[in-house]
């Protein structure tokens, strides 16, 4: 899509005082961590950017099988609004979200609010709140959607109960989070050993001239980890999907667009089909649970679906 066909909910002079503020914020909590100064600034782009949000919301609607139009949706770890913002104004759907205002995510939840407002929204459309106590009652929403909040939380097993629990019966809900079990992290931007763990992750960053505390904030998520904690909620849930199938298309058609330092991840890839690797490491891939990220999607049993 090009930028002259991107749907907008403000205009450029309204985006590029947005822009400012959240570079700072990214500067600020990610600017030791990013791949380069490059990478806070194409950060900052994506997140202000409509097509990301559509991309998400039709990735979701895709996997659920049926049109997120009408229904109530919840995002946890709903960031700046845009998700919000975007999926009320062009995808018909009553979306709220919650959001922590402090520590390395303070000043985004009051530039949630400016988002919305400038996007004719009311700000109560997003709330204070941590995905281990979700401030909605039970049964209280059809969707519920989060993009990688899951590996920054204290307690993973108590947000996934609480997504369930706010989930009506036949409700559905999707969570993508970084694979740790595989080959990419990409808040640094960089290669990554599956299954390394964290104190030899610190090494390896610091090596690399990163700051090595930020991996003491990341919860290492792997396939296995996930299992075990859904285990609990098995009689609850049945899973849907771990986003398998759209990591093998990605990885042999390319298809997928460069966010963040995923611009590194294609270009590697491209080598790969060079060297006529692809269907090899597809066949480990999925022997070994490499797809990353993880997009797991669950429907909570009951209801008519």
């Known amino acids: 899509m090009a930028d002259t066909e991107r749907p907008t909910l403000f205009d450029e002079t309204t985006r590029a005082v947005f822009y400012d503020r959240l570079f700072n914020i990214y500067q600020r909590n990610f600017g030791r961590v990013a791949a380069s100064p490059e990478h806070v600034v194409q950060m900052t782009h994506d997140s202000l950017d409509e097509r990301r949000s559509l991309e998400q919301l039709d990735m979701f609607e895709a996997a659920i099988g049926e049109p997120l139009a009408g229904k109530r949706m919840l995002e946890v770890g709903s960031g700046i609004g845009m ?46 709140g941590v995905g281990e106590d979700i401030p909605f009652p039970d049964g209280h929403f059809d969707l519920v959607y989060s993009s990688n909040v899951l590996e920054h939380v204290n307690v993973p097993p108590k947000v996934l109960a609480e997504i369930v629990r706010v989930l009506k019966p036949g409700g559905q809900a999707q969570i993508v989070v970084p694979n740790y079990g595989s080959w990419w992290e990409g808040h640094y931007g960089i290669l990554w050993l599956p299954h ?110």
Do not use: M
């Not at 303070?106 to 459309?125: C, N, T, W």
């Not at 990353?292 to 999607?297: K, V």
């Open 196 to 305: 390394l763990p964290a104190w030899a992750g610190k090494l390896y960053v610091r090596a690399l001239g990163r700051d090595p505390d930020f991996i003491d904030t990341l919860q290492l998520v792997s396939r296995g980890k996930v299992e075990r904690w859904l285990e609990p909620l098995r009689d609850t849930i049945e899973i849907r999907g771990w986003g398998t199938d759209i990591w093998e298309q990605r990885v042999r058609g390319l298809g997928f667009a460069e966010y963040s330092a995923l611009g590194r991840v294609k270009a590697i890839l491209r080598v790969l089909h060079r060297l006529g690797v692809i269907p090899l490491l597809i066949a480990l891939g999925k022997a070994l649970h490499w797809e990353t990220p993880i997009i797991l999607t669950i429907r909570k049993r009951g209801g008519a679906g």
């Open 83 to 128: 998700t919000q913002s975007v999926a009320r104004r062009f995808r018909g759907v009553e979306a709220y979200g919650i959001e922590p205002g402090d520590d390395e995510y303070e000043g985004s939840l009051k530039l949630s609010y400016d988002i919305l407002e400038a996007s004719g929204l009311d700000r109560d459309v997003v709330r204070y």
